[in-house]
């Protein structure tokens, strides 16, 4: 094993990942990504990670773009609004699935 391979935290890991979803989702514009972000978080993420991540966005806000915080602030409200495409995400919202693996 080299040297030079980081191994990155699971906290680490859950930042990056809300951020490489956001970014995808950045060419809908700011509240279109906001609540396709906060959607996909609510139906995708396990809720361990979920905790992490709005345990994240209260004691190292800085680590988290404006768009990932205000995902998490509003999943974390429970007042995720409904998204446009909604049906995109309830052909695949089966029990189990989620980003985790």
Excluded at 1 to 15: A, F, H, K, P, Q
Aim: charged letters at 25%; one cysteine or more.
């Amino acid at each position: 094993m080299s040297d030079d391979i980081e191994v990155m935290s699971t906290t680490g890991r859950l930042i990056y990942m809300a951020h490489q979803i956001a970014l995808n989702l950045a060419t809908m514009g700011e509240e279109g990504a906001v609540t396709a972000l906060t959607d996909h978080l609510t139906s995708f993420w396990d809720p361990r990670m979920k905790e992490q991540i709005i345990a994240i966005a209260r004691d190292e806000p800085d680590r988290l773009s404006p768009l990932v915080a205000a995902a998490v602030a509003r999943m974390a409200q429970g007042r995720a609004a409904p998204h446009p495409d909604e049906e995109q995400f309830n052909s695949v919202n089966e029990v189990g699935h989620c980003d985790a693996g």
